[in-house]
């Protein structure tokens, strides 16, 4: 299955209805192979995804990332596929949350507020899809390598002008604080300093982060 048809099915909701058809297309695909087409969704996801609705897109990357669907995030942590291939992939999260996410998440998005775009809750719960993080501890050397890397990436998320990439970069930042205490603290120290006018709300979440106080 090619990438554009590997597109298709995963961000039209009808094809995944059907259990023996979903069954056959993960048996198709290899850990190296998804790694491939989620790197390459992720780098083109501002051009590739502008056909699906917010909702589809929801779905869609709800399945890529989910335990229990595709599964395919947990490759990133499957030694026997090359870091040279599951790094790329790792840092092209950042320019999902850049072309997808930023422009088009809520732009006043808070979590603590219902939200009408299904998109909201995948960026801001996005984190919480790797067993790196600090709930559970990194337990060994490749959790580990993977989870420096993730964290890396919520730090150059933080950059991003989007208060929903905010609130998302914060959450992931919060969970990896107890591994990753001094760098996430001063990277939320920074973000903080250089952002003086970002609302209250936010500014109380990272608080909650600096402390690794996040749900």
């Given amino acids: 299955m090619d990438y554009t048809q590997m597109l298709s099915f995963v961000f039209v909701s009808s094809d995944l209805a059907d259990g023996a058809e979903l069954r ?33 897109v929801a779905d869609g990357l709800g399945f890529i990332a989910f335990t229990g669907e595709s599964d395919w995030l947990r490759s990133l942590y499957d030694e026997r596929i090359g870091w040279a291939v599951r790094a790329p992939c790792i840092k092209s999260i950042v320019t999902l949350y850049r072309d997808c996410f930023a422009p088009r998440c809520t732009k006043s998005y808070n979590p603590n507020l219902e939200s009408a ?3 909201d809750a995948t960026c801001y719960m996005w984190w919480d899809r790797f067993h790196s993080s600090g709930y559970p501890m990194a337990t060994d050397a490749t959790d580990e390598l993977v989870g420096r890397a993730l964290v890396e990436v919520m730090l150059r ?40 006018s970002v609302p209250q709300a936010l500014r109380d979440y990272a608080a909650k982060a600096r402390r690794g106080n996040v749900l």
């Fill in 157 to 196: 998320v933080l950059e991003i002008p989007s208060i929903p990439c905010w609130w998302s970069a914060l959450h992931g930042l919060g969970h990896w604080y107890p591994t990753e205490a001094e760098r996430a603290g001063e990277a939320i120290d920074r973000w903080l300093g250089a952002n003086p």
């Fill in 24 to 56: 056959r297309f993960l048996g198709s695909v290899t850990p190296t192979d998804a790694i491939l087409f989620v790197t390459r969704l992720f780098s083109k996801c501002g051009s590739d995804l502008t056909q699906f609705s917010d909702r589809a």
């Fill in 117 to 119: 775009n299904p998109l």
